[in-house]
C-alpha cells in the first residue's frame, strides 16, 4: 500500500515538471522577408531578439519551402546571421534554437535576392543533334553555380558546368541539364559509323575558290572584281569587267605614225631631187655658165610649163596634154647636155665628147637627143675635124 502511494506521487510530480521543459525556448514574434544584395550580407538578421531562453542557446537553420539553394548562410554564437547569394532562384529559410532541452523554431522567411547575375546559357544552343560512335561531345551551362545532369532522367555523379557526352550504344539519348530554376534538354541520336560513312562512298573533289592577289587569273576574275590579277594594259581602261581600248589614244598613235610615215617620204624625195641635180650640175665640164645661165634654165622651165598651160584647149585630151609635159620635161633634163655640146663642139672632138657624156651618166639615148636637137639648130656641125683638141 505504501509503495502504491510512493509510485503515484512521483507520476505527479513528473507530470508536473513536463510543461516546465517544454517552454525552455521561447520563440517570439515573426522574422520578415530578407532582401540581399550582391556579395556578403552581415547581419541581416539577430536572432537573439527573437528566441529567448534561461539557458544557453545554440543556433541553428534549415531550408524553408523554396529551398536554400544558392544562399550561404554562417550564423555566430550572439545569434547574428551572415547571408551570400549565388543566384537570384527563389528560396527561403527556417531558424531553429537549442538549448538541449527544447528546440524551437522560427517562421518560414522569404529571401529576395536583388543582386544582378549573369543570364544562365546552355550550350550547345538546340534542342537535338547526331553524334557518331564513341564520338565525345561538351554539353556546358554558364551563370550557375550548381549544375545538376540527368541522362535518360537518372542523375549523374556531375556537378560541374561542363559534361562531355560519349557512348557507343547506337539508340537515342536524353540529356538534361537543371541549373537553379531552368532546365534545358537535347535529344542526342548516335549513328553507327558504317551508317554515316559507307566503305564505298566517294568524296566529291575538294573546289578550290580563286584567290584574288595571287596573280594567277582565277575562275571568274575579271578587271573589275580583281584588278590585281586581272590588269588592263596602258593603252586600255576596265569597261564592263571588260579591257576596252583607248579610242582618243588608238587614234592619236595612228595619225602619229601617218605623219612621221608623210615626213620620212618627202625627205626621200628632197634628198633624191637634191643628189640628182648635183649630178647635173658636175656635168657642167669646162662649161662657163654662171648662176645667171642657172637661173635663165629656170626661167625657161617656168616657160614651158606657162606654153604649155596656153596651149592647152578645151577639146585637147589627157594624154595630149601627157605627153606634151613629158616632152618639156625631156627637153629641160637635156638642157645641161645640149649646152655642153653647143659649148664644146667647136672646140673639141665629137666622139670625145660623147664618151665624157656617157662616163658622167648619159644615156646613149639621151646624148643622140641632144646632138639631134642641136643639129635642127644648125648648131650641131662639125664635118670638120680641123684645129679641133681631144677632149
Known sequence: MKRGLIFLFLFIL???????????????????EITLNEGINKNVVDLSVYFNSSNQLTYKFKP????????????????????????????????????????????????????????????????SLQLIQNEARNFAVSGADNVQ??????????????YSFSKNEVKLYNLKAVADNFTKNWIISVLAEKIVNPPNATTEPEKIEP??????????????????DVSCSINSECINSICVVKKDDFNFGLISWLV?????????????????????????????????DEKNIFNKIIGVF????KEISSDQTGKEL????????????????????????????????IMQSLKQGWKQEQVDKALAKLENTGDGNDNTNENKRVA
Not at 99 to 117: C, G, P, Q, R, Y
Not at 306 to 309: G, I, L, Q, T, V
Open 64 to 127: 524553408g519551402e523554396f529551398g536554400l539553394e544558392g544562399v550561404d548562410v554562417s550564423i555566430n554564437s550572439n545569434g547574428k546571421v551572415d547571408m551570400i547569394p549565388r543566384s537570384k532562384k527563389a528560396k527561403s529559410i527556417i531558424f531553429l534554437a537549442d538549448d538541449d532541452l527544447t528546440v524551437a523554431e522560427s517562421n518560414d522567411i522569404k529571401i529576395i535576392v536583388a543582386a544582378e547575375f549573369p543570364a544562365i546559357t546552355f550550350s550547345p544552343n538546340t534542342d
Open 260 to 292: 612621221l610615215f608623210a615626213v620620212l617620204v618627202i625627205a626621200i624625195v628632197t634628198g633624191i631631187i637634191f643628189i640628182g641635180k648635183r649630178k647635173r650640175r658636175n656635168l657642167k665640164i669646162e662649161s662657163n655658165e654662171t648662176i645667171t
Open 306 to 309: 606657162k606654153k604649155d598651160k
Open 149 to 162: 545532369w540527368f541522362l535518360d532522367d537518372v542523375l549523374l555523379n556531375q556537378t560541374g558546368s561542363v
Open 14 to 32: 513528473f507530470s508536473l515538471n513536463l510543461p516546465a521543459q517544454s517552454d525552455t525556448v521561447v520563440f517570439n514574434g515573426t522574422i520578415p
Open 322 to 353: 601627157y605627153e606634151d609635159k613629158t616632152k618639156s620635161l625631156e627637153e629641160i633634163e637635156l638642157n645641161p647636155l645640149i649646152s655642153y655640146f653647143k659649148t664644146n663642139l667647136n672646140k673639141y672632138k665629137k666622139e670625145d665628147l
Open 211 to 228: 584567290v584574288c592577289g595571287n596573280g594567277i587569273k582565277e575562275g571568274n576574275e575579271n578587271c573589275s572584281n580583281c584588278a590585281a
